[in-house]
Nanobody, 125 residues
Framework: QVQLVESGGGKVQAGGSLRLSCAAS????????LGWFRQAPGKEREFVAA????????YYVDSVKGRFTISRDNAKNTVYLQMDSLKPEDTAVYYC??????????????????WGQGTQVTVSS
């Protein structure tokens, strides 16, 4: 059974930084891509970033490019999202997710089958 557990959320002032972690278990971590998504109150879940199974390829939504960095440590079965220069509009529940199929890197929620429980990020102005 695939399990994803996020941590690292919290409250921060605008301009600050947070580092989210997502620990995965239940299958061979290094064969699957991972993505980060977020959902603000009253809004649809939004793609934030994705990283390939090897870590060689990454993709970001335009609104976070240059501020957020996705990375992974396959030895620790963990993916990270370093968030710098945070803005109030980054406030949301952040989720990590992974697809059922190996060696693909979707960029939409429908491409992901396993989700963590989410971690709240709140950025105050």
């Amino acid at each position: 059974q695939v399990q994803l557990v996020e941590s690292g959320g919290g409250k921060v002032q605008a301009g600050g930084s947070l580092r989210l972690s997502c620990a995965a278990s239940g299958r061979t971590f290094s064969a699957y891509s991972l993505g980060w998504f977020r959902q603000a109150p009253g809004k649809e879940r939004e793609f934030v970033a994705a990283i390939s199974w090897s870590g060689d390829s990454t993709y970001y939504v335009d609104s976070v490019k240059g501020r957020f960095t996705i990375s992974r440590d396959n030895a620790k079965n963990t993916v990270y999202l370093q968030m710098d220069s945070l803005k109030p509009e980054d406030t949301a529940v952040y989720y990590c997710a992974t697809p059922r199929a190996s060696y693909i890197m979707p960029r939409v929620p429908a491409g992901y089958n396993y989700w963590g429980q989410g971690t709240q990020v709140t950025v105050s102005s």
